[in-house]
């Protein structure tokens, strides 16, 4: 990096952010493979917490790669570049005292953990979207896994190269087999335990109940 190059201290904080928002600022980084949900349950949690007048930004994996990361393949190297950005991205984000919810296979771990190095302890909440490799297959209307077995898509996660699951996620979801809502009030109910957002009264949740059904 460039000596002139100096990080500029915002007059604004992101605790003061975090004030005249309501809520704490934070990641939420949903990993799997493809198929598994990820992107489904982030913007489904999303939702919920929008219900709670919370501010967040969905990153999505494709649409990342519209813009911001248009120039990555997918090689070892470009995974990592890839992640590296969405990572300095969301770290942004939270300062801005947005949460950030993003969608990506991630599959090395090394990048998942450089990403939870970038941010102060508690900022990074990886989920893991549990679903075998059968069922993604079966949800997959792209028809990329069958294009990966004939060969026609190189590297891709689970078939021409590995996905390594989190060892010690903050949380795990069986989103291969449990209900879309199942999964999305687990990581809500995380969120409460740990002070990460406001617990809503019982005579207000019927909100959310409305929206589930």
Known sequence: MDKHIRWHQATVSRQDRE????H?????WFTGLSGAGKSTLAHRVEELLYL???????FDGDNVRHGLCSDLGFSPEERHENIRRIGEMSKLFIDAGVI?????????????EMVRSLVDEGD????YCAAPLKV???RDVKGLYEKARRGEIKNFTG??????PPENPEIMVESGSDSLDTCARKILDYLE?????????????RWERIYEN
């Open 24 to 28: 704490r600022s934070f990641i939420l």
């Open 52 to 58: 709670r007048s919370c501010r967040t930004y969905v």
């Open 193 to 205: 335990r740990h002070d990460k957002i406001a617990l809503v009264p019982e005579s207000e949740q």
């Open 136 to 138: 993604c297959e079966q």
């Open 159 to 164: 078939i021409s190269s590995p996905y390594e």
């Open 100 to 112: 950030a919810l993003t969608a990506f296979i991630s599959p090395f771990r090394r990048d998942r």
């Open 124 to 127: 990074f909440i990886e989920i």
């Open 19 to 22: 004030q005249i928002n309501g």
